[in-house]
């Protein structure tokens, strides 16, 4: 590798460290309830919304509850990811008339995004519709992500309460993951994305004329809401890109700039919270500890790779 390669894996480094220190504390305010700059903005969203779905949220749950209410909303979430693949032909935003995605791989796809596994067995563009891809799987980012960050935060908890016996309320900690971390990211990234050339369109997909032809005289360039569903992606360390090839495509990394933003977002969250876990423990020590351990991993494997 040249010398400037090396110069760019040590500011990325940097530049992440930066990022997260400041997240970290502030994802620490969300989860202890404390008031934070965005908290005018969005605590009359978050009230709206626990009084529609009915949920008190200064009551608190034993492990046990908070368990159950995880996994029920992921189930429900499985399913309507499984339900949209599988009547998508039927549904608008479907510009390219898509059919039902066959039952197998619609429910692989399901499973794997529930579960925050992401594990993407079809190509994008010619599999899913628009509305597939935004209210199914750009969603599912979202929830999958605050699922994992909620029951993060659950733990963080029951380490710091001894003898507690309550660990937090899970529609909580998925409402303020979703709107005061994931979402306000998410929006940065985006936008920051789109600044860079990533496809934002509900425009159908566009023939063009080549200007070699080799037998074909046109090409087909796909279309779509990706730079949305690219931010969270990457926000919420998911994997599943708006196109086949992920984030090798260049509708959805077309720049050095864009990939350096992507391959920051993928480990920001991660990082800073570690610092979150410090402060919700009360021992700063031991959130330098893990992202000690964590960085020793990263920086051998990263070494071996270049």
């Not at 935003?93 to 499973?111: C, E, I, K, S």
Request: net charge neutral.
């Amino acid at each position: 590798m040249m010398p400037a390669s090396w110069f760019q894996l040590l500011l990325y480094g940097v530049v992440l460290l930066a990022l997260a220190w400041p997240l970290g504390r502030y994802m620490a305010q969300v989860y202890q309830g404390h008031g934070t700059l965005l908290t005018p903005l969005i605590a009359p969203v978050e009230r709206l919304l626990y009084r529609v779905a009915g949920v008190a949220p200064q009551v608190e749950m034993g492990w046990r509850t908070y368990a159950a209410a995880l996994l029920i909303f992921n189930g429900l979430g499985l399913l309507a990811v499984y339900a949209l693949q599988r009547l998508q032909g039927l549904l608008p935003l479907n510009p390219q008339a898509m059919g039902a995605v066959p039952a197998d791989l619609a429910w692989n796809t399901a499973v794997s995004f529930a579960t925050n596994t992401n594990w993407q067995s079809y190509s994008g563009e010619v599999t899913l519709s628009y509305l597939t891809q935004m209210a199914g799987l750009t969603v599912q980012n979202f929830a999958s992500a605050a699922t994992g960050m909620a029951a993060l935060a659950a733990l963080m908890r029951g380490l710091a309460r001894q003898g507690a016996h309550t660990v937090g309320n899970f529609w909580v900690d998925l409402v303020r993951s979703t709107l005061y971390i994931l979402l306000p990211l998410a929006l940065v990234v985006a936008l920051a994305l789109v600044s860079q050339g990533v496809v934002q369109s509900l425009r159908p997909a566009v023939s063009v004329p080549l200007l070699q032809t080799g037998g074909a005289e046109t090409q087909v360039l796909p279309l779509g809401p990706a730079a949305s569903q690219i931010a969270i992606k990457q926000l919420g360390t998911n994997g599943g890109g708006f196109f086949g090839a992920n984030s090798a495509h260049p509708f959805e990394n077309p720049t050095p700039l864009s990939n350096f933003i992507e391959l920051l977002a993928i480990l920001l969250i991660p990082v800073a919270l570690c610092f979150t876990f410090g402060r919700m423990v009360g021992d700063q020590r031991q959130g330098w500890a893990v992202l000690a351990a964590m960085t020793v991993i990263f920086v051998g494997l990263v070494t071996l790779a270049a």
